[in-house]
């Protein structure tokens, strides 16, 4: 199985900067994709940035230039870098995993327990 740690978050001022971290644990999976989502409360959770195992990146449109995703491959670990936070960036952020079986077929999608991050004028 796959076992995501997320932490980081919490308050920050409008223009601030956060970073939010995830671990994943695994024995008999290999992680091809880790990313962040988020939701807002009465909205839908939206993709926020992934990295791929080759390391390409995928960013929302409302995000891209403020906030950037990185890994510690050999760790497991994704940052999310977020900068000139805005209060539309308030919501619950969850890690993502996808990963597949190293020896075998399964493929597993797993998700962190959910930081909240707020962002005040």
């Known amino acids: 199985q796959v076992q995501l740690v997320e932490s980081g978050g919490g308050l920050a001022q409008a223009g601030g900067s956060l970073r939010l971290s995830c671990a994943a644990s695994?024995?008999?999976?290999?992680?091809?994709?880790m990313g962040w989502f988020r939701q807002a409360p009465g909205k839908q959770r939206e993709l926020v940035a992934a990295?791929?195992?080759?390391?390409?990146?995928d960013y929302a449109d409302s995000v891209k230039g403020r906030f950037t995703i990185s890994e510690d491959n050999a760790k497991n670990i994704v940052y999310l870098q977020m900068n000139s936070l805005k209060p539309e960036d308030t919501a619950d952020y969850y890690c993502?995993?996808?990963?597949?079986?190293?020896?075998?077929?399964?493929?597993?999608?797993?998700w962190g327990q959910g930081t909240l991050v707020t962002v005040s004028l």
């Open positions: 993502n995993a996808r990963a597949h079986e190293t020896q075998g077929y399964r493929y597993l999608e797993v």
């Open positions: 695994t024995s008999t999976f290999s992680i091809d994709t």
């Open positions: 990295i791929s195992s080759d390391g390409s990146t």
